[in-house]
């Protein structure tokens, strides 16, 4: 026998990052949209140009560099050699464009936006967050989209990658879907029985309502949905803790959401239910999942459930370093994006219990990009604690984390984002909700980029 014997396994593993499928291809690279052309197409849309403090002249001359970037001098292959326009049904020329003095007057000039339409707004300078935040949830309501585009970005000696993820978040906001997962059948990322949520709270200061926000994801087809639940907080110190009744309901909710929505037709209802939130899990919410659970146990359709908890990093969380990587690209100690070390208990308990840790390196150097790149110095990883009612989650966690880093539309380029977006989103909703009057409207992720 062991004198000291270790109470938990550590393991190493490199999840080797997915692919992303396009309309005419895969690809380990989200920049690859041009050449292989969007998932789902985006629809036709009115265009209307705002500028804040920048001329008409200067705002439709910026619109033609976004329209046409390598016609303007751009010569990133990220395009393709092609135009906006080609990748669009009908034309982007502008129905209107004007002018506003400050940005505390964006809200008034789109009073009159017809619904459906796309705001495209360059600014000169910082954007004040109340005016972004105020101008997103009046688009929200009146069922329009607003892209907010700094002039500083054409003024850049290339700013050809700046560029190419305006193009996909405009793709995205005119209902088009830039890319979704590449699930290999034979060892999926992500299950397709499988629903994500990701929660988040927000305050409704007039009427001091307390809302759940819920981000359910169906990865298959990037179905998605946001829904506001009002609901009766606890209080665990200065943290808001969801009650019993409160968690239950999300869950149900939710699990409706993916039976109805869900278009594979495989899968008959949900199997797995895996969620994300930036606080532990607390006695009173442990009550509600375990009840829910049970609840589906005694309908004879059985939930496998993980509750993630993506800890806030600061500098005290772990990093790797990766000893065989001193010679990549004099990168030094560079982790490979990929690398994930689990740490599990050495007995597996009964029922919803802790099944430990995973510190997962979701940014670092990356072989399968055009050219091998990474984040300089020693970038923080992904730190997931993890609670299941089986035994191999953090298997499952590890890869389903890996992909969500590459499924975000605002970061097309961006490799060095390291969290799962089911967080990003429902967060964000937090900060536009407070600006908005209806809590009733289920949002669509488009309407957040």
Known sequence: ????????????????????????????????MANFGPYAPPKETNVYLVGINISEEDVRKYWDTVRRPVENGLKGYIFGGKTLDALFPGSLDPVASMKVSEDQDIIGALKNIAKGSLVVIFHSGMVDQDVYYGAKSKAIENGFRIQFIGKKHFEESDPSYVIFGIWVQLIAKCDGTPWILQNDPNKPFISNDTLIIGLSFTRDLKNNVYYGISHFLDVNNMNQEIVLTAI????????????KDDITKILSNGLDWFNKNHSGAEVKYAGRIYLYKTTPLHPQERAGIESFIDGQNKKEQAILFSHIHVKSLSFGTPRIYNLENVGYANFGYMVKKGEAISIRPKTNAEGFARRGAVILATTGFYEKYRKPRGTLGTPMPLFLEIEANFPN???????????????????????????????????????????????????????LL
């Not at 270790?6 to 690279?29: H, N, Q, S, T, W």
């Not at 605002?410 to 536009?432: A, C, Q, W």
């Open 232 to 243: 009766k907080p606890d209080f665990a110190g200065r943290s808001l803790v969801y009650s």
């Open 1 to 32: 026998m062991e004198k000291n014997p270790a109470l938990v396994d550590v393991k190493y593993d490199f999840i080797d990052p997915p692919m992303i499928k396009f309309r005419d291809g895969d690809a380990p690279e989200q920049d690859k």
């Open 393 to 447: 989650a953090l298997d499952d966690v590890e890869r389903q984390a890996m992909a969500m880093t590459m499924l975000d539309w605002e970061h097309p380029v961006g490799l060095e984002y390291r969290n799962p977006f089911i967080i990003k989103y429902s967060r964000r909703m937090s900060k536009v909700s407070r600006h908005m009057q209806n809590f009733d409207k289920a949002i669509d992720i488009r309407d």
